[in-house]
């Protein structure tokens, strides 16, 4: 089976030969070095300064989206949270099950977030005190525009929170040059890893001004503990020791294949090739800024149809979606180990499955 899917996807034979091996114990000295490698090739492929600091969560994106939230705000904040879709109704969730008040900038399905939007909630003239976003909308396949974002924290003096699960390792996430104060990463979409590891990475402003003085109401996801543990290269409780592993090797064969930027000009080409293609063979795309890490086809009805046949005849996995959307969209996902030669053919079989439809 192909998988043309956004998480998990294709994971490379280097990852699969390492995740076949015997797990080591984790309390040593070359485990934590091992830790400590994976922060600085994580710091340097999203360029973040020394100062900042990773932690990693044994978790998937929506625990680390959870544990961010209730580290860094609490009942005296008020965020906004950018809405366009499934992940940022996400960010809504959270906030509400711990309290966090929060306004919604809502982007309706086939818009696009601009500073319209943006400059009516300045005129609201209500105190924020961080800003939360998914920048690849992964339930949409819309990229936000994460410098107009950026300014309008800086601008408003707002913690910058930013999911880019499903950006990173596709598309430009820049730690300083943007003043992102809380990154989410996870395993399984471009890193192409299991599913299970997340990774935080802080500013030093957040570090100080909130995470240093707080005291969340959690066990587990407590990120003053992590941060203590990870001076030494470890972490509170047991790792994902095998997926830290899988990371070690991939980002060093990231980091040695001239960086995370090689990686995003791939799924950067292979979308704009795909599109082009898609086009000219009658499917529809969005008009709103794409990720690269996905293509978002939109049908007046059939989705469902396409998905099971590309599944029982031809072996292929694309990503459908849920909700509204089920029979309406379908997504393609451009990341891990795939090739142009794999979307020929799936857009020969998407092409026959059209016209017996
Ligand atoms: C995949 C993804 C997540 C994480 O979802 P999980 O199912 O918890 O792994 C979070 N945010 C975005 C934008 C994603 O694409």
């Known amino acids: 089976?192909?998988?043309?899917?956004?998480?998990?996807?294709?994971?490379?034979?280097?990852?699969?030969?390492?995740?076949?091996?015997?797990?080591?114990?984790?309390?040593?000295?070359?485990?934590?070095?091992?830790?400590?490698?994976?922060?600085?090739?994580?710091?340097?492929?999203?360029?973040?300064?020394?100062?900042?600091?990773?932690?990693?969560?044994?978790?998937?994106?929506?625990?680390?989206?959870?544990?961010?939230?209730?580290?860094?705000?609490?009942?005296?904040?008020?965020?906004?949270?950018?809405?366009?879709?499934?992940?940022?109704?996400?960010?809504?969730?959270?906030?509400?099950?711990?309290?966090?008040?929060?306004?919604?900038?809502?982007?309706?399905?086939?818009?696009?977030?601009?500073?319209?939007?943006?400059?009516?909630?300045?005129k609201r003239n209500s105190k924020y005190t961080g800003l939360l976003v998914n920048l690849h909308e992964t339930s949409t396949g819309q990229l936000y525009d994460i410098k107009l974002l950026s300014d309008f924290c800086k601008k408003n003096k707002l913690f910058f929170v930013v999911d880019a699960i499903s950006a990173y390792g596709a598309d430009e996430v820049d730690f300083s040059k943007y003043g992102i104060d809380v990154l989410i990463l996870s395993s399984q979409k471009a890193l192409a890893l299991a599913p299970g590891?997340?990774?935080?990475?802080?500013?030093?402003?957040?570090?100080?001004?909130?995470?240093?003085?707080?005291?969340?109401?959690?066990?587990?996801?407590?990120?003053k503990d992590c941060l203590r543990n990870m001076d030494r290269g470890q972490t509170p409780f047991t790792p994902a020791v095998g997926i830290i592993l899988q990371l070690r090797q991939r980002l060093q064969s990231i980091n040695d294949n001239g960086g995370i930027q090689v990686i995003c000009d791939q799924s950067r080409y292979i979308a704009?090739?795909?599109?082009?293609?898609?086009?000219?063979?009658?499917?529809?795309?969005?008009?709103?800024?794409?990720?690269?890490?996905?293509?978002?086809?939109?049908?007046?009805?059939?989705?469902?149809?396409?998905?099971?046949?590309?599944?029982?005849?031809?072996?292929?996995?694309?990503?459908?979606?849920?909700?509204?959307?089920?029979?309406?969209?379908?997504r393609i996902g451009h990341l891990g180990n795939v090739n142009w030669e794999g979307y020929k053919q799936l857009l020969k079989a998407m092409k026959t499955i059209k016209e017996t439809s």
């Not at 091992?34 to 340097?44: G, H, P, S, V």
């Not at 809504?92 to 008040?101: L, S």
């Open 272 to 330: 704009k090739m795909f599109r082009k293609q898609v086009l000219s063979n009658g499917f529809m795309l969005p008009q709103y800024p794409m990720s690269n890490a996905m293509t978002p086809i939109l049908f007046e009805r059939g989705a469902k149809e396409m998905y099971n046949r590309l599944r029982c005849e031809y072996d292929m996995t694309v990503t459908p979606n849920g909700g509204e959307l089920a029979d309406k969209m379908l």
């Open 197 to 223: 590891l997340s990774m935080v990475v802080l500013s030093r402003r957040m570090i100080e001004e909130r995470i240093d003085v707080m005291s969340p109401k959690t066990f587990y996801f407590n990120f």
């Open 1 to 122: 089976m192909k998988l043309f899917t956004v998480g998990p996807v294709e994971m490379f034979p280097e990852t699969l030969a390492v995740s076949s091996m015997q797990l080591p114990y984790f309390r040593t000295n070359d485990f934590s070095e091992i830790m400590l490698e994976n922060d600085r090739l994580i710091k340097k492929s999203v360029n973040a300064c020394e100062e900042d600091r990773t932690i990693f969560l044994t978790a998937s994106g929506s625990g680390a989206m959870e544990a961010a939230v209730i580290n860094c705000f609490d009942k005296n904040d008020k965020v906004l949270i950018v809405n366009g879709g499934g992940f940022g109704t996400r960010f809504t969730q959270i906030c509400e099950i711990h309290g966090v008040a929060y306004d919604e900038i809502v982007i309706p399905f086939g818009e696009k977030l601009s500073d319209m939007q943006l400059n009516a909630v300045e």
